[in-house]
């Protein structure tokens, strides 16, 4: 009996003890709490809590406290700082964007300038120094030396093509034109300048092949063997394309006088609101660095052919006004509309292009160390194309339909009469030259300070790209594949195996990092990495081994891509 009294106390005593130890506790934590002003919102209350306790929990519920809270609750920026330094990079490179992207264009619309006061000063003299030289060089007795040299050919082609096109474009009546197209209604017109704008791509993209075809058809070396159907053929398919051409732009220009002469504006209301429907075409897409090249080029390219169209409609609307100077403020506030309409579509596209791609506004001086490279280039003494051929593949701005209209309008509108008329079309043209003359001076100095600045100084002297040969290494890197492949077949245990590495994620993925700033793919150059750097940058974005990367085509160089080059799976 007297065991189990004492073991009953005992436990009662115990039990005593843990209640103690427990109302310690809560009491802490009730103390704990009210030092730290911690507020609890919308607690379960306890069954055996104090009047005080409900009475704090009620008072946590009043909407005071609420508004209270929402109007003294803070937040510390600095816990995401990578994250909010990489939105402040991109508001910074958006608004560098319009500064870099104007410093492109006017170099490229100065190397359009060049390329097309080529086609008007420097282009007949070479003409006539290649034709002194195939008449009087038979006379001298130099039989067994070549009549021609390879560039001299090929100017004797470009002048003839020229002479050829501009008698063909004196059958075409401009006023016809201009009142064919000025009866159709506005939608028509609406639809056929878009259509014109594409036509005008694919005319440049096929016109550049049939005259390098047409340049090295007439130029090839003898001792080859013959796989062509002849220079005349050639040269009539080069007269045809630069004839239609040449026509097109003028339907372009005639739509354009059209929407210029318009009484409500509505037809030039539209065709620039159709620049605005292009921000929406190109914003929203996937571009890489390639790819904004191909698209800065086309801008560059498209701005000075709207220049010139302009140009085209002045001159044509002071002619029917009797060259009257008033009517050309009549004109100036449309052609400022046009082009400021222009330049903010172009910086607007490429300022969100740059940010939703990550592509820093460095690029733009990459860009101009390419142009100024094909400049630079085609000046050394083992330069294997000239300069304008190489603007029109990189832009895919062909200077010759360009000047062909431009010189069918001005003699159509210019009455030249007097031999003081003559002097003055002399002192003009004499002019030009100078002004070529000072334009080539001042832009080799420019590439030359681009190039030097890019460190492209060596790649000057590098052997031009060979296509065949190029074409020979994929041929046999895939017939090598192709041997390779059956001694590589595996059994079906082995692929499951190797499935199931592929699968398996690296275990280094799975680690956390510390927070840094988001490297972008722009900050590496533009240029073709080395064979082994170019393994370890797939491999470091694939996870996979070198062997597996055979079938993978490697990024071309920025001084490959011409205007029409796919880059990716589409051309921009």
Known sequence: MADSLSSGIGEEQEKEKEDKEKGGKAAKTEKNEEKDGVTETLGFHDKNGGSKSRKRNLSDLSLVRFITTELTRGYFLEHNEAKYTERRERVYTCLRIPKELEKLMTFGFFLCLDAFLYVFTLLPLRVILALLRLITLPCCGLSGSRLLQPAQVCDVLKG??????????????????????????????YIIYNMLEVADRLFSSFGQDILDALYWTATEPKEKKRAHIGVIPHFLMAVLYVFLHAILI??????????????????????????FVEIKGSVFKKFEKNNLFQMSNSDIKERFTNYILLLIVCLRNMEQFSWNPDHLWVLFPDVIMVIASEVAVDVVKHA???????????????YRASLAFDLVSSRQKNAYTDYSDSVSRRMGFIPLPLALLLIRVVTSSVKIQGSLSFMCVLLFYLGMITLKVLNSIVLLGTSCVFVKAANMEEKLFDPPPSVVSSRANSRAHRTKHDSTSPQQEPSADKTKISLAADSSPPANMTESSAPTLPMSDSDTFLTTPDEGDEDKIINANTGLEGDRLEHRT??????????????GNRID
């Open 554 to 567: 490697p990024k071309k160089d920025l001084l490959e891509i011409d205007r029409f080059t796919i880059c």
């Open 352 to 366: 969100f292009i740059t940010k939703f791609n990550d592509i820093s506004a460095d690029v733009y001086g990459e």
């Open 160 to 189: 003839f093509i020229m002479v050829l096109c501009y008698s063909m474009m004196s059958y075409v009546d401009y006023s016809m034109m201009y009142h064919l197209i000025r009866g159709q209604s506005v939608i028509k017109l």
């Open 250 to 275: 003028m339907v372009q220009a005639t739509t354009l006088n059209v929407a210029f002469n318009s009484h409500n504006k509505s037809l030039l209301t539209i065709m620039m609101s159709n620049n």
